[in-house]
């Protein structure tokens, strides 16, 4: 992308505060941020976010060794996880609390999907958090959840924001622009 996503002007705030902004809508009460890369800058900027920190070491990783950063920083009496990216800053609070509130119904794995297309953030029970704790990394997320494709529930949301990666420049002015009806300010 040629610039530090996490920090990006995203409407009022940033990428990464609108992240936790919608979280917090959502009723998410425990957020782990897991750093890697520029570590020690993202930690400053969110020192008062009441949010716990884990790191990888090697940001280079798989995702899967970023997942298991966080859930070993997870309270032991937590039920269930998100992972929510920083990719994805728009989702808004209700497509969050509909994926949480899919899980409060029994659903075990839930990914949302727009149009059939699955996104983010996905909800994973903590029953599996043995299984998790021990992840392929080569593997990953997509094969766990592929190896536990019965308990898997795809969750139509209305919501295109779970399916849009901002992995480039134009991605992410794109994005801004479609949220708050203007380019980001430099």
């Not at 959502?26 to 520029?38: M, N, P, Q, T």
């Not at 032991?76 to 920083?86: F, S």
């Not at 779970?162 to 980001?184: C, I, K, N, S």
């Amino acid at each position: 992308m040629g610039a530090f996503k996490p920090l990006l002007p995203f409407g009022e705030s940033t990428v990464i505060g609108s992240c936790l902004t919608r979280l917090r809508g959502a009723g998410v009460k425990e957020i782990v941020v897991v750093l890697g890369h520029r570590a020690d800058e993202l930690r400053e900027h969110l020192k008062d976010s009441d949010v716990t920190f884990a790191l990888n070491s090697d940001p280079g990783s798989e995702m899967s060794v970023s997942i298991l950063r966080g859930l070993e920083q997870i309270s032991p009496a937590t039920n269930a996880m998100l992972i929510a990216l920083v990719d994805h800053p728009a989702v808004e609070s209700a497509t969050i609390r509909a994926i949480t509130d899919e899980w409060k119904r029994g659903s075990k794995l839930v990914q949302p999907e727009h149009h059939g297309r699955g996104g983010h953030p996905v909800l994973i029970d903590l029953s599996f958090r043995d299984e998790l704790l021990n992840l392929d990394p080569e593997k990953g997320l997509r094969n766990f959840f592929e190896s536990h494709r019965g308990d898997v529930h795809r969750l139509a949301v209305e919501s295109p924001l779970v399916a849009r990666d901002m992995d480039t420049w134009e991605d992410y002015v794109r994005l801004h622009q479609e949220v708050f009806g203007q380019p980001p300010q430099r």
